[in-house]
């Protein structure tokens, strides 16, 4: 989702206004984003309503100030979601967020990744992992992990667009191509 250029754009100008007032200020936008991109996740019609061009900008100003209202956002994100309103991008505000979130864990030093297991970590098991990757990366990393049994056993392990797949499944596989090459 974070391929449009728009929300890309708009995303790096609330940034930068954001980052004038230092980390503190940067992660209120990005929680008050997170709320209001939420909540148009939760009622898709919002998001219809957004990107029908009969409704016209008045409207939207409208749905937007009672939305920015109920999750009580700061004056900042207030202004900004009128501004999309205005300008009719408020259809982009998901894909904002989520280029806000990549770039705020850029300014943080921040790496997410997803560690998937045929069976489930112990909080402990989990702990450690963490920590081993982290300082073999030698940076913080928000971890998440998931069960998936098709693997087999082993781990798969995707950090960004890279994928580190050392699950059985994925050694049977090679071992069953090397066999058919006659390796």
Known sequence: ??????????????????????????????????????????????????????????????????????????????????????????????????????????EKGVIRGELMTAVELAEAKRAQVKAALEQQAGRKLELTFSVNKDILGGVVLKVGDRVLDASLRAQLGILKDNIKRGE
């Open 1 to 106: 989702m974070t391929g449009n250029i728009v929300a890309r754009r708009y995303a790096r100008a609330l940034f930068a206004l954001g980052a004038k007032s230092g980390v503190g200020e940067l992660d209120k936008l990005g929680s008050d984003l997170a709320a209001l991109a939420g909540a148009l996740d939760a009622a898709p019609e919002l998001g219809r309503i957004f990107r029908n061009p009969i409704i016209t900008a008045g409207e939207k100003r409208n749905v937007i100030l009672k939305l920015v209202e109920k999750y009580g956002v700061s004056a900042t994100v207030r202004n900004f979601c009128l501004l999309l309103a205005d300008k009719g991008r408020l259809d982009c505000l998901s894909d904002i967020q989520a280029f806000y979130g990549v770039l705020l864990d850029a």
